[in-house]
């Protein structure tokens, strides 16, 4: 079934998660346009990477649906969300630090490579062919995301910022139609993070459409086609950038919550 | 991959020319034991040093291949076919088994390989009908239609082209996309699965693989020697294999070679120390693991990297 | 029938409450420092073995137990300060099998300072057979089962009152916080090694009189108490405990009523059918990967 203009790329309908009594994402819903980039904003513990972990796959929701280019994937592993065009990075760093980058960005290609025990075995030749052209992928994936200087690293020698790039470009390499950024800009320098977000657009121009969560309002206000706002689990407002920047609700908890960090810091 | 050639050929040419330094048969009886511990190695490395999935019952596997090999030639059966038959079983046993169990992580995934390697030494012990119990049993001579491996000198040779044999299959699976998903799996389990690897169907397919493969060395080692006994499929000989491809160093093909040869030979050597073998075996255990914790092969290669620069 | 299954249980309890203190041990080092400690078992042999010897050579038996005790904390902490804290930085599977190296060597110090021979341990209080509810116990298992819970309440008493055992509870719920706040962390993972030996080898010498003592009984012995870490759930001491009763009690009722050749099965077929219902123990609470 090929996404026809109607068709959002990522619907998420009244999806809801407890974990015991909490209720980490409360019945949310979100539609999102093939092509463009969606940022989640909120507070912590909003719910955000919960709801990303819902839209991957990771977790199951409680309630709701979940629809990837029109059809349902509710509750569909990983893998199998993988195989439809969903791919993602983390927040917390989930690297194969046993390995090397470019084998890193092989993994991402995992799909579209021979992987049959048969021919692993039996083939090596043919496979060998396979595999350099596989390597000259990876490598020029990695140059395409800013990581030209570690072709040859092994992740574990890699600085955070590179690891970073380095989940994009492994994300990227199974040619994703969607692909969802968790906190790509944390921890990174001002600079580093005005460079993911060049990147971003990059990546949306050539068709993927992006999901993002991230705190860094600048970077966010300036990436991102629309905006979400999370509190609590719950939708609180979906619109542009512009119109969330005049939504008082998000004044009130998000900006508020801002404020009072504001201040005690600079009480300390 | 040019790499991994070096390795084959270095092997095989290691276990061409060793004969010059085999005086006579216990020497050859040895070699041929490491051997079968290296075959049963080289495949549990793939699970344990690659995929990061431990397993503290391989021996099981490796016993009920012998035994399926001693039980179905004592009903006539042709040994290659009860070789295959073995591996059949053994292999359908782990897909059954490894479904559940391999959901369980870490610690609780040791307890239950654990388990079922137990559980299946003392149904063998037990079931004495059919397995002569804790005596063991006697076993035909490996052979079809007349012709049959005797001797230890043809059964050095069986044993080195199935190590050879084994090593390629190994380093093969692990150049390719597969073994790259094995070692993502090792990583983050949680990556792995996003960038679409069936986490749960590679865990049980490596575990399927290298219980084949220790039931298969099982069946070899049933027939040179002759016997099998329970002792084979016990708790203490799976520790044994778990030491060796930890020892020899974890995801290293070669190092499992390395480590089932030298933790084979060591105890001979330590056998003219008589009162004072088992204490000096556990003090080079420990000390060599403290020394070198990511085992023997990957340490030395780091030092001869920095000695070559 | 009622006298028989009582006759299961006291035997089950009995070797509940070895198992319990035996899986106590493990949990002890566990939470120090995530590490299995396969040479648990050769603490249990050691308190045996010592105390069987000391006794032999005509000590009062009160002495030879402390003596014993003393022994087996001393090569605890001996094996954490020489064998461990080295490899600090290594692997959780390198450890365990460091761990394995070390049962083997005191199971080869053991032979050699020893022989190879079963030995018995007399009873602490003779072995006239009590009557109970038509069955009947031996008082070595009122002692075994006596002291257990005694070391059990001691064991409470220390974490829940005492500063140290706090100190070790920190340690095991965060080691990096408990050393920001000024605990020192090595000493914990001493102290862990010396408490777990200790609690080992009174397990040995409890059981000594009842099943014999041998420089290779630590294997077995250390086999059932990982499994009763494993069943009561890593981490729990109140699954130490509860795993090490239900597996004592399994296997008596297993040997019993089932197949006495199969009661090991038995035990590891209920852990492993447990462990697939609940895959961390029965205690062991939910795991929470943050991604």
């Known amino acids: 079934m090929a996404p026809g203009p109607d068709l959002t790329a990522l619907s998420v309908r009244g999806v809801s998660r407890r ?55 509710t509750g569909l592993p990983p893998s199998a969300l993988a195989r439809r065009g969903l791919s993602r990075t983390f927040q917390n760093l989930q690297i194969f630090f046993n390995m090397t980058a470019v084998e890193n960005v092989m993994v991402g290609a995992h799909l579209r490579s021979d992987a049959r025990l048969w021919s692993a075995i ?41 690891l970073k790039r380095l989940e994009i470009a492994r994300a990227l390499a199974s040619r994703p139609k969607l692909l969802l950024l968790d906190e790509p800009a944390a921890g990174l320098t001002p600079p580093e993070a005005r460079s993911i977000g060049t990147l ?41 950038a512009d119109e969330i920047r005049a939504n008082s609700d998000v004044a009130r908890v998000y900006l508020g919550k801002r404020m009072r960090t504001a201040r005690a810091v600079v009480h300390a | 991959m040019r790499r991994d050639t070096a390795v084959l050929l270095l092997l095989a040419v290691g276990i061409a020319v060793l004969p010059f330094a085999l005086p006579n048969r216990y020497f050859y009886d040895v070699a041929i034991l490491a051997g079968i511990n290296a075959i049963v190695c080289v495949g549990l490395n793939l699970l344990i040093g690659y995929t990061g999935q431990i397993s503290l019952g391989h021996a099981g596997f490796f016993g009920l291949g012998a035994y399926a090999s001693a039980i179905l030639t004592g009903y006539g059966c042709p040994a290659p076919a009860a070789m295959a038959a073995g591996a059949v079983i053994v292999g359908a046993l782990a897909a059954l088994v490894g479904r559940p169990i391999l959901r369980l992580k ?204 | 029938m009622l006298s028989q299954a009582v006759q299961f249980l006291f035997s089950g309890l009995t070797l509940g409450a070895i198992y319990a203190l035996v899986a106590l041990g493990f949990t002890l080092i566990f939470n120090a420092s995530h590490v299995i400690n396969f040479a648990q078992g050769e603490f249990v042999m050691i308190g045996g073995m010592t105390t069987v010897f000391l006794v032999g050579f005509g000590l009062p038996m ?7 005790v003393a022994a087996a904390t001393g090569i605890g902490m001996a094996l954490e300060k020489l064998a461990v804290e080295p490899a600090r930085q290594a692997s959780i599977t390198t450890l365990i099998i460091i761990t394995i190296g070390a049962s083997i060597f005191l199971r080869g110090l053991a032979q050699l300072v020893w022989d190879k021979k079963l030995h018995a341990l007399p009873p602490f209080t003779g072995d006239a057979p009590i009557g109970i509810l038509g069955a009947t116990i031996l008082p070595q298992s009122l002692w075994a089962m006596g002291v257990g819970v005694l070391l059990l309440l001691a064991l409470r008493w220390f974490f829940a ?52 003592t041998a420089y290779d009984v630590g294997t077995n012995i250390g086999l059932k108490g990982f499994a009763a ?63």
């Open chain 1, 19 to 73: 974990f015991g009594g909490l209720v980490a994402v409360d019945n949310a819903s979100l539609d999102v346009a093939p092509g463009v980039v969606q940022a989640i904003i909120g507070p912590n513990g909003a719910g955000k990477t919960t709801l990303f972990n819902l839209i991957s796959g990771l977790y199951r929701p409680t309630q709701g649906e979940v629809r990837l280019l029109g059809e349902d994937v």
């Open chain 1, 122 to 162: 039996f083939r090596p030749g043919a496979r060998a062919r396979q595999e350099r052209e596989a390597i000259r992928d990876a490598r020029r994936l990695m140059e395409e995301v800013g990581l030209g200087a570690y072709l040859d690293a092994d992740a574990a020698a890699m600085p955070y910022g590179a």
């Open chain 1, 200 to 240: 971003m657009r990059r990546i949306a121009a050539d068709g993927v459409t992006i999901v993002l969560v991230e705190h860094n309002m600048r970077l966010v206000m300036g990436v991102s086609d629309r905006i979400v706002v999370l509190d609590r689990g719950r939708v609180l407002a979906d619109g542009r």
């Open chain 2, 106 to 309: 870490g610690h609780y995934l040791a307890m239950a390989t654990l388990g079922m390697g137990i559980i299946i030494s003392i149904v063998i012990t037990t079931e004495d009908r059919v397995t002569g119990g804790p005596d063991g049993m006697a076993v035909a001579p490996f052979g079809l239609l007349g012709w049959s491996v005797q001797g230890e000198e043809a059964w050095y040779w069986v044993i080195g082209a199935s190590l050879v044999a084994t090593v390629a299959l190994a380093l093969n699976l692990i150049a390719s996309p597969v073994g790259r998903a094995l070692r993502a799996i090792h990583g983050s389990e949680t990556a792995a699965e996003v960038m679409g690897v069936d986490v749960a169907r590679y865990k049980r397919m490596v575990f399927v693989l290298s219980a084949v493969l220790a039931a298969l060395a099982g069946s070899l080692a049933a027939h040179y020697s002759g016997f099998v006994s329970p002792a084979k499929a016990g708790f203490m000989h799976s520790i044994e294999l778990v030491t060796m491809v930890v020892f020899g160093g974890m995801a290293s093909t070669l190092g499992a070679v390395v480590g089932a040869v030298l933790l084979t030979v060591l105890p001979q050597l330590l056998t003219v120390l008589k009162d004072y073998e088992l204490l000096m075996f556990g003090a080079l255990l420990m000390g060599t693991m403290i020394l070198m914790p990511r085992g023997l092969l990957p340490t030395l290669e780091t030092l001869w990297r920095r000695a070559r620069i």
């Open chain 3, 62 to 68: 009160p002495m030879a137990i402390a003596l014993a």
């Open chain 3, 161 to 212: 009152r005492t500063l140290l055992g706090q100190a070790m509870l920190a340690t095991a719920n965060n080691r990096m916080a408990a050393q920001l706040v000024g605990i020192n962390v090595r000493r914990i993972l001493l102290l862990s090694f010396a408490l777990s030996a200790a609690l080992g080898a009174a397990a040995g010498i409890l059981i000594a009189p009842i099943t014999l």
């Open chain 3, 229 to 291: 870490v494993m069943l009561g759930g890593l981490g729990s001491s109140a699954g130490a405990v509860l795993g090490g009763l239900l597996l004592g009690i399994a296997e008596a009722f297993g040997a019993g009523y089932v197949s006495s050749a199969y009661k090991d099965a038995f035990a590891f077929v209920i852990i492993m059918l447990v462990l697939l219902w609940m895959p961390r123990g029965l205690l062991g609470g939910a795991a929470a990967e943050r991604v």
